[in-house]
């Protein structure tokens, strides 16, 4: 299984940017999935996650209601939506996938599947 995340960029601050995880595996439907980022300082912290069927997500509190996770089990893609992006937003994206498919906060270790990242930078 593999995972790539894709739309990082450079951004000014209260802009909104959209990341993308492709993931290639036939059986992405039954994978809960989340974001985490890794920030400057190297701590990674979990932003959100989503259930294999999309019916439930939970998110971390520093990004609730500024950040939507969403994904499209049709074209195996997950998506975080990201808005009012400030300069303590800049980090290293991940997905991550877990077998279970239950939405629910787990460490980063627990997951089965990672991506690559893909870096946000913003500038103030």
């Known amino acids: 299984v593999t995972l790539v995340e894709s739309g990082g960029g450079l951004v000014q601050a209260g802009d909104s940017l959209k990341l993308s995880c492709a993931v290639s595996?036939?059986?992405?439907?039954?994978?809960?999935m989340a974001w985490f980022r890794q920030l400057p300082g190297g701590e990674r912290e979990f932003l959100a996650t989503?259930?294999?069927?999309?019916?439930?997500?939970v998110y971390a509190e520093s990004v609730k209601g500024r950040f939507t996770i969403s994904r499209d089990n049709a074209k195996n893609t997950l998506y975080l939506q990201m808005n009012t992006l400030n300069p303590k937003d800049a980090a290293v994206y991940f997905c991550?996938?877990?077998?279970?498919?239950?939405?629910?906060?787990?460490?980063?270790?627990?997951?089965?599947?990672w991506g690559q990242g893909t870096e946000v930078t913003v500038t103030s």
């Open positions: 989503i259930s294999h069927d999309g019916g439930r997500t």
């Open positions: 991550a996938a877990e077998k279970s498919g239950f939405a629910r906060v787990l460490n980063w270790d627990d997951y089965d599947y």
């Open positions: 595996s036939y059986t992405f439907n039954r994978y809960a």
